[in-house]
């Protein structure tokens, strides 16, 4: 089956500790993204890749890392950097369209609790 | 800047049909989305709207004016199992192909 996956499911983590959260995909898309979604809060971009070993940093890109070696896998490091790390965390891909907007599709998502 | 709303809570009926609205006010538009969402899971995609007027879809409908910067929601024939989180989302354009999300609205569908 093809499709977004993400783990774990949930993560515990102690203050201090650099974390990495996977996100594989075999839809064959070009596009991921990462996303971050707080109570009450939308949806905001981390950040995101066109192609392969290129990466941009979305809105609230401060504390965290990205890297692109493959084109299936974009892994999300929170770093000790990060102030507020709890939260849920998205992945998404989708194939860029001519027109730059295409649908995305997301992973099941990994919540990330710092103790 | 980049704006987009919608109510935070609704609620409805089983059986009945509900209206979910979304203003938008972005640098440039390329698209608006609407997902669903239920508690701790993914979003999930629902309709796509690039040009003004009605997209339907089953029991799900959405409209969208560009010159007005709005568009809708509609479910109808309401199920317990549309108790979710609503969210509205706007390709801005440009290359990068990203997504601005707006808050979503909780619905939730009473017996």
């Known amino acids: 089956d093809g499709g977004i996956t993400q783990s774990p499911k949930y993560l515990f983590r102690k203050e201090g500790q650099n974390v990495t959260l996977s996100c594989e995909q075999n839809?064959?898309?070009?596009?991921m993204y990462w996303y971050r979604q707080d109570p009450g809060q939308g949806l905001r971009l981390i950040y995101y890749s066109q192609i392969v070993n290129d990466f941009q940093k979305g809105d609230i890109a401060e504390g965290y890392s990205v890297s692109r070696e493959k084109k299936e896998s974009f892994p999300l490091t929170v770093t000790s950097a990060q102030k507020n790390p709890t939260a849920f965390y998205l992945c998404?891909?989708?194939?860029?369209?001519?027109?730059?907007?295409?649908?995305?599709?997301f992973g099941p998502g990994t919540r990330l609790t710092v103790l | 800047g980049q704006n987009i709303d919608q109510p935070t809570e609704m609620t409805a009926t089983e059986g009945a049909i509900v209206q979910i609205n979304c203003t938008y006010q972005?640098?440039?538009?390329?698209?608006l989305f609407w997902y669903q969402q239920h508690a701790g899971e993914a979003p999930t995609f629902l309709s796509y709207?690039?040009?003004?007027g009605l997209e339907e879809k089953g029991r799900f409908s959405s409209f969208l004016s560009r010159s007005k910067g709005y568009s809708y929601l509609l479910l109808k024939e309401l199920q317990m199992k549309d108790s979710a989180s609503y969210l509205c989302a706007v390709g801005p354009g440009g290359s990068q192909g990203n997504l601005i999300f707006g808050k979503g609205t909780k619905l939730s569908v009473k017996p």
């Open positions: 709207n690039v040009l003004d």
């Open positions: 972005t640098s440039g538009f390329n698209g």
């Open positions: 998404a891909s989708s194939i860029p369209g001519t027109s730059g907007t295409d649908t995305q599709y």
């Open positions: 839809l064959n898309h070009d596009a």
